[in-house]
């Protein structure tokens, strides 16, 4: 049982480039997430899930896209990367509304 | 949208001490976790606790959801505690987690 798990763990971007972070979990949760923390700060919602093939904003939902064409994966892309998107990632997963999120061990990710 | 406000903000303890973090929340909540972020950056679940008192070791956690706030308990504390307490707030109207900013706790030989 992996919980949940992340790819890559590292990234090096330059501005403009696109690339997609890979979340994956194996408890069969319906509910999957993604964060982003900056230096000193607590996590932010991106974007979130509530099931297989529903996405919906989050908190700072802008220059990122989601995906969730599978229950057990969820996908993050940024399409133009920008400087300011120079963060760590995290994904999380849950039973249901309300129910205890579990996360991934993070990305990070460097936009030059 | 909900306010998560964390206190202090930062803390420096001698190994052994006790201490007590406190997580304030401006709305109703679904859902009331603490979290344990280790220097590696590894996020660490340590209680979900919509409300009530629940107990993990040197751990325990207070929800007192009426009064909108949060205690985490860390008892006979270790050099292993220090890291980054979080705590994260659901509220009842929608699928929104917002986290507080965190307690930096480091604890000294």
């Known amino acids: 049982n992996a919980g949940v798990t992340q790819t890559p763990k590292f990234r090096v971007l330059k501005t403009g480039q696109s690339m997609t972070l890979l979340c994956a979990q194996d408890m069969n949760h319906e509910y999957m997430y993604w964060y982003r923390q900056d230096p000193g700060m607590g996590l932010r919602l991106i974007h979130y899930s509530v099931g297989e093939g529903t996405t919906a904003k989050g908190e700072v939902p802008d220059g990122y896209n989601v995906s969730r064409l599978k229950k057990q994966n969820f996908l993050l892309g940024l399409e133009s990367a920008a400087p300011s998107q120079t963060s760590v990632y995290f994904c999380a997963s849950s039973y249901g509304k309300g129910a205890e999120q579990f996360f991934g061990p993070g990305t990070r990710l460097t936009v030059l | 949208g909900i306010q998560v406000e964390q206190s202090p903000p930062d803390l420096i303890l001698q190994e052994g001490a006790n201490s007590t973090l406190r997580c304030n929340f401006s709305?109703?909540?679904?859902?009331l976790q603490w979290f344990h972020q280790n220097p590696w950056g590894q996020l660490i679940n340590l209680f979900y606790i919509p409300s009530g008192t629940k107990q993990n070791g040197r751990l325990s956690a207070t929800t007192v959801a009426t009064e909108r706030y949060s205690l985490l308990y860390i008892s006979s504390s270790q050099t292993t505690d220090s890291g980054v307490y979080f705590c994260a707030a659901e509220n009842t109207g929608g699928f929104k987690t917002i986290f507080g900013a965190g307690t930096r706790l480091f604890v000294k030989a």
């Open positions: 709305d109703s909540v679904n859902n």
